[in-house]
């Protein structure tokens, strides 16, 4: 953006939302110029923080007069790159409007604002006996505004679906600055009339329009747990346990699968007694009645020992599941010990073939020498192999692109998909063409349109063909 255009802008917003929610100086912006996806790199060209409704809807009629790109922004926690500010523009922070506006038991919803954290709708219903499901592992800091442009998964979305399963409806602010309600509205029954917008526009990764507010469900907490921690020799006993454990006809709560560089990594940062020279272990957790998790619980147990578990331990109580879940969740920051940068993937395989998966996964590990331990939501079949590089060192950088292209595209070859819950962003673009046929896109792109007819919300995302930043430009000729 020209100078003195973004000083004209700057001074706009300024008047909008006031001195202290804008950020234009290129020293703090630097803190906006990527997700936790590091590969590609821009600043946009100023970010706001509006606190209120009327305050967005000001910010984005200003863009609209402009003529500039809207990225909306939760927490930045993506692993996709999907707050890029791929051509500079006007970042709309939603973190300052982040109040739970109501809990209502008796309706099992809560209205919320958009850039509430996700983990404090089920602490404020938690003395109700309810819960909010989606849980990303990042749900102490990611936004139900982020979950549902991400439509996020979590370890127990496995048993209860994600993010649009939860979400009864939602305020969004078009690119021309109307207020729309999508889906139940907070004063009405739980029926929609007409079309259902609220399913089209969740997932559409920022694209659509900036959420504001939303209503989401409340999920009555299961009457009792059983929480196991399975413990393998090998990545592919574990991995066969998942398979079988489904095939069984079994949905537990949670079926999560960590390797041997992860446990290791998580018993080095928080010392709760994982087996370090185990090659896997996998998180079992059983909820609902006491009676039919019992019975689960004998099932489970026997099919771990089939699979030669060597050891299947019982959460004993509250502290112990608490703990098993911290572990889990904290699982990417322990891997910050290991290697400077990583990238994560987020590919899904049918479950049958997890075991197939894991072991191109040590294939491609071996073939650019790069350590990709494994964490990820097994049940679900949705990996998340996480490839470990050091990104002052280009021939790594390369390395790690080619490992994550190679271990993306076994995915769809398996029947998969090259997205479980972090969706495309500025990342995966290049697998659209992979994975959907030209009319399917074209679909998709005529949708947007409906919401973004000029396409300035979050550009240069998802659809093949869009602008890359100039530096992973450079990046990607360097590697050609
Ligand atoms: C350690 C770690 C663990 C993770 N674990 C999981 C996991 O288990 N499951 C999972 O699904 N994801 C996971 N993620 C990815 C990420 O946390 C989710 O995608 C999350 O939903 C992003 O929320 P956010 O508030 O950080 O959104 P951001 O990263 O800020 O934005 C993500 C996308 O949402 C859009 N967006 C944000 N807010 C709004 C809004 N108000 N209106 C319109 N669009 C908006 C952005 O434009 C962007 O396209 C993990 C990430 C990390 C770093």
Not at 60 to 75: D, H, M, S, W, Y
Not at 443 to 464: G, I, S, W, Y
């Amino acid at each position: 953006m020209k100078l003195k255009l973004r000083n004209e802008v700057v001074n706009r917003l300024i008047d909008i939302v006031g001195v202290d929610a804008v950020i234009s100086d290129k020293s703090e912006l630097v803190v906006y110029e990527c997700d936790a996806y590091t590969m590609q790199k821009n600043l946009p060209s100023a970010v706001v923080l509006p606190g209120s409704v009327d305050e967005v809807v000001q910010v984005v009629l200003l863009c609209k007069k402009f003529n500039l790109p809207i990225i909306p922004r939760g927490a930045g926690t993506s692993l996709s790159g999907a707050v890029l500010a791929v051509d500079g523009g006007v970042m709309i922070a939603l973190t300052r409007m982040n109040k739970i506006l109501e809990v209502d038991p008796r309706n099992r919803r809560a209205l919320v604002e958009a850039g509430c954290v996700n983990a404090w709708v089920t602490r404020e219903a938690s003395p109700h006996g309810l819960f909010f499901a989606p849980d990303p592992s990042s749900q102490s800091a990611c936004t139900i505004g982020g979950n549902i442009a991400t439509n996020s998964g979590g370890p127990h979305t496995l048993k209860n679906g994600v993010t649009t399963n939860h979400v009864l409806g939602y305020e969004m602010i078009l690119p021309d600055g109307s207020i729309e309600w999508f889906g139940v509205k907070p004063d009405g029954g739980e029926d929609v009339e007409g079309y259902d917008f609220r399913g089209a526009a969740i997932g559409s990764e920022g694209m659509f329009g900036v959420v504001t507010r939303a209503l989401v469900r409340l999920v009555k907490k299961p009457a009792s747990f059983k929480t196991f921690l399975a413990v393998f020799d090998s990545v592919e006993q574990a991995s066969c346990t998942v398979s079988d454990i489904i095939a069984e006809g079994i949905v537990p709560g949670a079926l999560e699968m960590m390797d041997q560089v992860i446990t290791q990594a998580l018993e080095e940062a928080y010392k709760v007694g994982f087996p370090t020279d185990a090659g896997a272990v996998l998180i079992i957790e059983l909820d609902g009645l006491s009676g039919g998790v019992k019975q689960q619980a004998g099932q489970v147990e026997l099919i771990c020992k089939r699979n030669k578990a060597r050891e299947v331990r019982l959460a004993k109580d509250d502290y112990e599941r608490n703990a098993l879940w911290k572990c889990r969740k904290r699982a990417f920051g322990a891997v910050g010990r290991l290697s400077p940068n990583y990238v994560t993937q987020d590919g899904v395989v049918p479950r049958s073939k997890v075991p197939e998966i894991m072991r191109f996964i040590g294939v491609v590990s071996e073939k650019y020498n790069l350590c990709i331990p494994n964490v990820f939501h097994a049940g679900d079949g949705n990996i998340h192999p996480l490839i470990l590089f050091d990104e002052r060192n280009p021939d790594q950088v390369k390395k790690a692109l080619l490992a994550g292209n190679d271990i993306l595209t076994k995915c769809v070859a398996l029947g998969g998909s090259v997205t479980g819950e972090h969706g495309i962003g500025a990342e995966k673009i290049d697998f659209m063409n992979k994975q959907f046929a030209k009319d399917d896109l074209e679909a998709m792109k005529k949708l947007r349109t409906v919401f973004d007819p000029e396409q300035r919300c979050n550009p240069h995302k998802m659809f093949p063909g869009a602008k890359r930043c100039a530096e992973f430009m450079v990046k990607k000729q360097a590697s050609a």
